[in-house]
């Protein structure tokens, strides 16, 4: 049997990504879509542990930190997918598992939990997601997360 839509072959992989949206739906974009992509590539391919991606694209036009694309207002979604997804598996490396899905789960708790049911006061923004994640980093590994946050995503709050 045929399929009706010319993008048959991606859907599978589309579901994915927006059942994800479940848990990443708040944030800057960058977050929400990275961690979407993070988690539907997780479990498209349950043999690696952690997605590997390169985001050289993105570099090619000009974005070089995900700061860069929070100055420049809306750009290519291609660049929120992916360069939001290689700075949370590059975080991951660099925490661990366990401080990382920490904070991720304190994230969602305060911001996702309870947009969920009601309008935030508060809007997370990306100062607060490495405040979180620092909070949660083992304090041998700290300069390690704070050089991913310089070099991925940049800013003066990294400093």
């Known amino acids: 049997m045929m399929s009706l839509s010319p993008f048959a072959a991606l859907e599978p992989r589309i579901v994915q ?3 994800a949206h479940y848990y990443f739906y708040f944030g ?4 929400s879509e990275g961690g979407a992509e993070y988690v539907a590539i ?3 391919d349950a043999s690696q542990d952690i997605p590997r991606v390169e985001n050289s694209d993105c570099r090619d ?13 809306h750009v290519l979604d291609l660049c929120l997918y ?8 590059k975080l991951r490396e660099a925490m661990g598992d366990s401080a990382w899905l920490s904070a991720l ?18 809007k997370l923004g990306s100062e607060e997601i490495y405040r979180v994640f620092m909070e949660h980093t083992p304090t041998q590994l700290r300069n390690k997360v704070r050089d991913v946050f310089r070099r991925l995503h940049g ?3 990294v400093n």
């Open 42 to 44: 997780h479990f498209n």
């Open 155 to 157: 800013g003066q709050f």
């Open 28 to 31: 800057p974009r960058w977050f």
């Open 17 to 19: 990504h927006e059942t």
């Open 82 to 89: 992916s360069m939001g997804l290689h700075f949370l598996v």
């Open 105 to 122: 789960r304190a994230l969602y708790a305060k911001y996702g939990f309870a947009s969920l049911h009601m309008e935030l006061e508060h």
């Open 61 to 73: 036009l000009g974005f070089n930190s995900l700061h860069d694309l929070e100055e420049r207002g």
